[in-house]
């Protein structure tokens, strides 16, 4: 196949490929640049908007089905990109974030001779030696790179304590691939940013950066290894999170080992229901662990859809009779399990700033209050303070009386010309918006959708409201202590305040006395300084003139005072254009 040709050409780019590649990247977007300039600018400004009206939706699903074959076809960093385009809905429409939504790393595998000579490399030993055995056929092939299962030899077992462990791979040329793909964007959003409809939407430099320091952390598995452990020690005395254990000794940036959790997909709900789990129990508890992720810790998994989370059964110890006559030991009532999160590439932080709004925003969520929840957005910063949120806090208080509290199950029964004509409403009020989801934001964004699909998978009646207010009563009751704590501190500074107060006025009183009390105005300082400059600059200007008009006149009778009169206006003039930057 054509696909299989190119993206195994891409595993080993030469320069010919890259050239291709990035050539073929910046074609798409040319063309794709120029449709929208047609439809979205120049047919308005001949008084054709209706025509770019009409057309859009058709238009921007043609673009998405487009970019999809585009990414899968190259795969590398585009498959990322479609990903990372999916949850930008605060900037692209509808149409594109649903088409999208479903790009996966659709991309064949790579030999694995290839990848068993990327591995010595790296390693620095033959891999048999690295390895008591190692599985050629991959249990995953991604655009980044691709899982092998394999088992320690004995020495590194003891030491690590692990036998069967996953082995990652980075593609061969994939660093090649990263920088051609980066590259290609930079200069896409340099055209971009001359496009007005899209500068003042969007920072296409700074999402571009983003986007590009998110894929290199992800191509880094030593990074990867350390968020790992460092979300392992967040949950370390969580009996309902598992995290797999790392062998650094078989670990390095384009090689990563780790022990083999695999265990039972979340969304399997035959497989769940085989080993006595009511996939309904598991949505609300798997919810509320993002939300401890989100809120609490403020370190989050931000990329967990179904094939990165397991769930694993875990045996509960036997229950014995309380006497002989009791009859033999009974098990538990049912089998314990533990959600097992693998795949660290991508994770999210958010800062405290951002964790105490996005705490209010959840409340007002739960209180179904509109105007709270817009003013925890201002306060998070997606706001711009000029943003004048009337319209906004209408439409919330509308969504909410509406569709508040309502499960995927209910709301699928809502007629779709009911969300349709509501969608619109409430689209146009954002983007009238001045605004822009922050970096950290991207990335909850996607946390919290993907965690709505996995619950609405795992229970088509979930209804997220459910495991929302609880979760947000709990927080109210650790604000209220936080409140509690600020008020005591600022009483106390309050009172350091009043008890040093008495010995500064006595001193300020003395310095009244002895005049040695001097006033600053920095800004009357500067506006006196700036009037003294244009005074100056006046006078030389004035001083110019009359130089020049006087020699001019001098000269006809006297050649020579009349040329040094107006060579020597030139000194004033220097002055008078600029001694106003001189001073500043």
């Not at 790392?246 to 497989?271: F, N, P, Q, S, Y």
């Not at 030139?570 to 001189?582: E, K, N, Q, T």
Request: hydrophobic content about 50%; charged content about 25%.
């Amino acid at each position: 196949m054509a696909t299989d040709r190119r993206v195994r050409g891409d595993s080993t780019p030469g320069a010919g490929n890259t050239r291709a590649r990035y050539r073929r990247i910046l074609r798409f977007a040319g063309r794709n640049l120029a449709v929208i300039w047609w439809y979205e600018l120049f047919l308005p400004r001949i008084g054709l908007a209706s025509v770019a009206e009409r057309t859009r939706s058709r238009r921007m699903r043609r673009f998405a089905q487009r970019f999809h074959a585009l990414a899968v076809d190259l795969g590398g960093l585009m498959i990322k990109v479609g990903q990372f385009m999916s949850s930008r809905l605060d900037v692209l429409p509808p149409e594109i974030t649903a088409e999208l939504a479903g790009l996966q790393d659709e991309v064949p595998p790579v030999p694995f001779p290839a990848i068993r000579a990327l591995a010595e490399a790296e390693l620095g030993m033959p891999l048999d030696r690295a390895y008591a055995s190692i599985d050629e056929s991959p249990i995953a092939a991604a655009s980044l790179g691709q899982a092998h299962r394999a088992v320690l030899g004995a020495l590194d077992a003891a030491d690590t304590g692990l036998s069967d462990v996953v082995v990652k791979v980075q593609r061969p040329g994939i660093d090649a691939i990263v920088d051609v793909d980066l590259a290609a964007l930079r200069k896409v959003a340099g055209w971009l940013s001359h496009v007005r409809i899209v500068a003042d939407r969007v920072n296409t430099h700074a999402l571009v950066e983003e986007f590009a320091q998110t894929s290199l952390e992800e191509i880094d598995y030593l990074h990867e290894a350390a968020n790992a452990e460092r979300f392992a020690a967040d949950f370390a005395d969580d009996d309902r999170v598992a995290v797999p254990v790392i062998a650094w000794e078989r670990t390095t940036r384009r090689v990563l080992t780790l022990e083999d959790v695999t265990a039972i997909k979340i969304t399997d709900a035959a497989a769940l229901a085989e080993a006595g789990i009511d996939p309904a129990e598991v949505a609300p508890v798997f919810a509320a662990v993002m939300f401890d992720q989100l809120f609490t810790n403020g370190f989050f998994h931000a990329d967990p859809h179904p094939g990165n989370i397991f769930v694993t059964p875990v045996a509960l110890p036997v229950t014995m009779g309380a006497s002989a006559g009791d009859g033999p030991a009974e098990a538990s009532a049912g089998p314990a399990w533990k959600l097992t999160f693998i795949d660290f590439g991508m994770m999210g932080e958010v800062p405290p700033g951002t964790r105490r709004g996005l705490r209010k925003l959840l409340i007002a969520a739960a209180s179904r209050d509109g105007k709270g929840l817009v003013d925890a957005v201002r306060d998070v910063g997606v706001l711009l303070p000029s943003a004048d949120t009337a319209e906004l806090e209408r439409a919330m208080t509308q969504l909410f009386a509406r569709f508040g509290g309502m499960g995927f199950a209910e709301l699928r029964e809502v007629d779709p010309r009911e969300f349709r004509e509501f969608a619109v409403q409430f689209g146009d009020v954002v983007r009238s918006l001045p605004f822009q989801l922050p970096e950290n934001f991207l990335l909850i964004i996607r946390a919290m959708s993907l965690t709505s699909g996995v619950c609405s998978a795992l229970d088509p009646g979930f209804n997220l409201w459910d495991s929302i207010e609880p979760y947000a009563t709990k927080l109210l009751k650790d604000e209220r202590g936080n409140v509690v704590q600020d008020l005591a501190k600022q009483a106390l500074e309050t009172a350091g305040i009043a008890w040093r107060l008495p010995k500064r006025l006595d001193d300020l009183v003395t310095r009244v006395d002895e005049g040695s009390v001097v006033v600053t105005n920095p800004t009357l300082d500067r506006r006196v300084a700036r009037l003294e400059r244009t005074a100056r600059r006046t006078v030389s200007a004035a001083i110019f003139a009359g130089l020049l008009v006087g020699g001019a006149v001098l000269r006809a009778d006297e050649v020579v005072f009349g040329t040094v009169l107006m060579a020597a206006s030139a000194v004033p003039l220097l002055h008078a254009l600029f001694a106003g930057r001189w001073g500043r």
